[in-house]
């Protein structure tokens, strides 16, 4: 299946702070879930809703001042993505690659290259993403290919978990140059030879689009090609970017697990999303539960905001130590973020029953989305990267997964 997708219709807001920012993310999350629970159970892809999204001025947030863009702070983009996960995890996961393209522009994309696409995303552009492969030994490593095509470029490959790929106008995709040098090649979705195949059929994130994207000798010219392996070969905030936008991602997800979690042991209703009565709990087991649940992800929230302040001060001056200064805290913010995302859905299990997985209650979304989120990268990595940080004084390797 694949869906054609047009530039946003209708005008695109200019958010100009993180203030602006902060409150249409807020705005567009309470009208998300309205129906969150409905396009998870039909798998109904979001389309709506991304249009909507697309003409918030949300995705072009993170583009620099100097371009047009509102230069929001990290802390404030994650606290964006957050927002929106906790009303639909599917729509807060789906701009994370595009907000990672916007990076590696701003980091490694040409003045030309920066003018030209930050002025595309600004207009209401969607990027996607085709990076991961499947069958490679590693999962950084890459075989899609491009080849010298005259004054530009053929590709040829496939692709994975191409998160986006199917909502987007342009995709960013991971390539080896002749000289086995990864770089990345910005692609028009409606390119001749681009096959955006929507098979994606995880349990949980069902309406990302994280499918496959075929390359079949697609033509790029050399402007539309810029270096990516060099963005880790030196200290950027690319990786910690990335991981960034995976905390807040789970931190939303949990929060829509603790607040549906609440609602339901308060009513105690078949028709719970829509009672009006709510009872005070005496039981003290579960109320010791919900402190809990609610310490921990006070814990987690503050570790991302304290994370997202960290990649603030490595963007502004990126180097060895402030780049691995930013890892360590976003990987300390993924921990928790990943704990209680997972442990916030599987009490929800605990408390509902069966009728957690009721088709008009759908509650168990909530563990299904942090359960497949959270395998993106093992948090006994993040362990042990910030063991070696503090006990032996050694940064951790610079790549997008830590």
Known sequence: MTTSIKSAEGPVVRILDDIQALAAARALAASFVKEASQRDRQRQLPLHELEQFSRSGLWGISVPRAYGGAGVSFATLAEVIATVAAADGS??????????????????????????????????????????????????ERRTRLDKDGDGFRINGRKFYATGALYAHRIPVSVIDGDGVQQLAIVKRDAAGVNVIDDWSGFGQRTTGSGSVVL???????????????????????????????????????????????????????????????????????????????????????????????????????????????????????????????????????????????????????????????????????????????????????????
């Open 216 to 402: 079949d000798n697609v033509r790029v010219e050399a402007e539309e090609v810029l270096p990516f392996q060099s963005a880790f070969e030196r200290p950027t905030s690319l990786g910690p970017v990335a991981q960034l936008l995976h905390a807040a991602i789970d931190a939303g997800i949990a929060r829509a697990a603790l607040h549906d979690a609440a609602i339901f042991v308060r009513t105690r209703s078949r028709a719970w999303i829509d009672s009006k009565v709510e009872r005070a709990i005496d039981d003290p087991l579960t109320v010791r539960e919900f402190g809990d649940l609610a310490v921990r992800l006070a814990g987690a929230e503050a570790l991302l905001e304290l994370a997202g302040e960290a990649v603030d001060r490595a963007a502004a001056a990126p180097d060895a130590d402030s780049v691995a200064a930013a890892s360590i805290a976003v990987a300390e913010a993924r921990v928790l973020t990943t704990e209680i995302s997972l442990a916030a859905g599987s009490k929800l299990f605990e408390l509902a029953g069966t009728q957690a997985t009721l088709s008009e209650h759908n509650l168990d979304r909530h563990w299904r989305n942090a359960r497949t989120h959270t395998l993106h990268d093992p948090v006994r990595w993040k362990y042990h990267a910030v063991g070696n940080y503090y006990l032996n004084h050694k940064n951790p390797p610079r790549h997008g997964a830590i």
């Open 91 to 140: 729509l807060g996961q789906i701009p994370q690659n595009h907000f990672y393209a916007v990076e590696i522009l701003r980091v490694n994309g040409s003045e030309t290259q920066k003018r030209f696409y930050f002025d595309r995303i600004l207009a209401g552009e969607r990027f996607g993403n085709a990076l991961a492969e499947l069958g490679t030994r590693t999962s950084q």
